[in-house]
């Protein structure tokens, strides 16, 4: 079963608008990590959040957790059309199984 | 700096047939990943190598083996190919057990006929 699900399955924007991808998981975590990935291609890691932090900064993005609502976002501001991606949150285990459990992906458009 | 390399591309197989699918990381990581990404269903652990010496079952074992044949290299092997195994492989490594943040391979993508 998937520990992290995203919502929305698929957002389409506009070149310069920000975009928004949400991630509900399940059990308790260690970290959260973003990861993008372009079509035909591997993952590339974006950006990792520690159980103990509430926001962090990457450039454009931003992402936000709350471990009372076992949820994130992730925030990409002024999107440009090379952001046209699948993007999927990870989450490491505090304890158990030493591996990353992955949603299932926001497929992001974004239209020039 | 190649990173994670993955052989082969891209593979069709009848099924019955057997095939390893080849993985090595030049980043002198300790731990190694193997994933499967159906459409839809983003990636489900097959198995992971926690260091070298040691393999455990992911969320999907069944029907793989793996060898973590040192610590650049892991494998995956289908010993008898089933349609269910259609699908793209990502093979993955990190620092340490707990994952700080993976480096993927381009994957390969298997067709079982």
């Known amino acids: 079963s998937q520990q992290g699900e995203e919502d929305p399955q698929a957002l389409s924007i506009q070149e310069g608008e920000n975009a928004t991808m949400n991630c509900s998981y399940k059990t308790s975590i260690n970290n959260l990590q973003w990861y993008r990935q372009n079509s035909g291609r591997g993952l590339v890691h974006l950006i990792l959040i520690r159980s103990n932090e509430r926001e962090k900064h990457s450039g454009r993005l931003r992402v936000t957790l709350d471990t009372s609502k076992k949820s994130s976002s992730l925030l990409i501001t002024a999107s440009r059309a090379a952001d046209t991606a699948s993007y999927f949150c990870?989450?490491?285990?505090?304890?158990?199984?030493?591996?990353?459990?992955f949603g299932s992906g926001t497929r992001l458009q974004v239209q020039p | 700096n190649a990173g994670v390399t993955q052989t082969p591309k891209f593979q069709v197989l009848k099924t019955g047939q057997s095939m390893t699918l080849q993985c090595a990381q030049d980043?002198?990581?300790?731990?190694m990943y193997w994933y499967r990404q159906d459409p839809g269903m983003g990636l489900r652990l097959i198995y992971y190598?926690?260091?070298?010496?040691?393999?455990d079952k992911g969320e999907v074992p069944n029907g793989y083996n793996v060898s973590r044949l040192n610590k650049r290299e892991f494998s995956l092997r289908l010993e008898s190919a089933a349609p269910s195994q259609t699908s793209v492989y990502f093979c993955a490594s990190s620092e340490g057990p707990v994952p700080n943040g993976y480096t993927f391979g381009s994957g390969t993508r298997l067709t079982v006929v």
């Open positions: 990870a989450t490491g285990p505090d304890t158990g199984r030493r591996a990353l459990t």
């Open positions: 980043m002198n990581h300790n731990s």
């Open positions: 190598s926690a260091s070298e010496g040691t393999t």
